[in-house]
């Protein structure tokens, strides 16, 4: 019902930055949050960074003051730039949303197919 496209990732050297977008599309009636997870071989998948339908946002504690999450509401649309990547920011980035299908629906979460990001030293 809801589908999740990332683009963005690539492989950069350490000190520079990429952005991310994600767009969602299908039978969306609300997004409650959109958010950014990332995974790397060997560990678990972990928050990034998060931001709400009230445009509240919160950060991992190991990005805060690089990573910037916003959103583009009429394009359902959400953004993560990367500045001063980081080697250990080498991850697959999964874009993930809360989202309603209709008015009173529960709201699901859905997951994009991830994109890449590789950070060289």
């Known amino acids: 019902q809801v589908q999740l496209v990332e683009s963005g990732g690539g492989l950069v050297q350490a000190g520079g930055s990429l952005r991310l977008s994600c767009v969602a599309s299908?039978?969306?009636?609300?997004?409650?949050?959109m958010a950014w997870y990332r995974q790397a071989p060997g560990k678990q998948r972990e928050l990034v960074a998060r931001?709400?339908?009230?445009?509240?946002?919160n950060y991992a504690d190991s990005v805060k003051g690089r990573f910037t999450i916003s959103r583009d509401n009429a394009k359902n649309t959400v953004y993560l730039q990367m500045n001063s990547l980081k080697p250990e920011d080498t991850a697959l980035y999964y874009c993930?949303?809360?989202?309603?299908?209709?008015?009173?629906?529960?709201?699901?979460?859905?997951w994009g197919q991830g994109t890449q990001v590789t950070v060289s030293s």
């Open positions: 299908g039978s969306i009636f609300s997004i409650n949050y």
């Open positions: 993930n949303a809360n989202a309603q299908t209709s008015l009173g629906a529960q709201g699901f979460r859905y």
């Open positions: 931001i709400t339908s009230g445009a509240s946002t």
